[in-house]
């Protein structure tokens, strides 16, 4: 059986405090709150949907609350870094708008010639990146109009993931 996939259809994560997380993600980079629910398996947790302007596949990052879980350490099997795309030429206004919000990040850096990256952790220790590419330019629909961040920088949604595994053979469907 063949399975094609065109892209990420969301990401999952753990937050201890989901006030912090909401803060931070509607905050400081201006996704929109979708939805609150509990965990389908553990219905004492929530469950946080972050996305763009209609909750598209492609720009959703839900988030479990664990209270009290020890912060996550970098290893194999598992997503180490989650990308957000932004307009080409928006690095300088995430960098003017991380240090105003005090969040330390990297960069820039010059990734495969035609990608700028700031490279940042949210509150839980998660590690995120900012991706401005032109590639942005065809996704604009996916912009929260309506969200604090200028829709001429605003996030696009996922640019990539960055997966830490032992080889490329656990990828293969």
């Known amino acids: 059986m063949s399975r094609d996939v065109f892209g990420i259809h969301h990401v ?3 937050t201890s405090d989901p006030q912090r997380n909401i803060d931070f993600y509607t905050g400081t980079l201006g996704l929109r709150f979708v ?14 949907y972050y996305g763009d302007e209609l909750g598209r596949p492609g720009t959703i990052l839900t ?14 099997s598992q997503v180490v870094a989650t990308a957000f795309l932004v307009p080409e030429g ?15 990040f990297h960069g ?12 940042l ?8 990146e900012i991706v401005a590419h032109r590639s942005a330019d065809d996704r604009s ?10 829709t001429q920088h605003a996030v696009q949604g996922f640019y990539s ?13």
């Open 121 to 128: 952790h949210d509150p839980d220790g998660l590690e995120l």
């Open 141 to 150: 629909s996916n912009i929260w109009k309506e969200g604090p961040i200028p």
């Open 90 to 104: 928006s690095i300088n206004y995430w960098m003017n708008r991380l240090m105003k919000n005090q969040i330390e």
């Open 161 to 173: 993931v960055t997966l830490s595994e032992e080889g490329y053979e656990r990828t293969l469907f």
């Open 35 to 48: 939805k609150l629910t509990v965990n389908q398996d553990d219905p004492t947790s929530y469950h946080l």
């Open 12 to 14: 999952t994560a753990i």
């Open 108 to 119: 820039p850096s010059t990734r495969f010639d035609d990608e700028q990256v700031l490279s």
């Open 63 to 76: 988030f479990f609350h664990w209270p009290n879980i020890p912060r996550g350490h970098r290893g194999t």
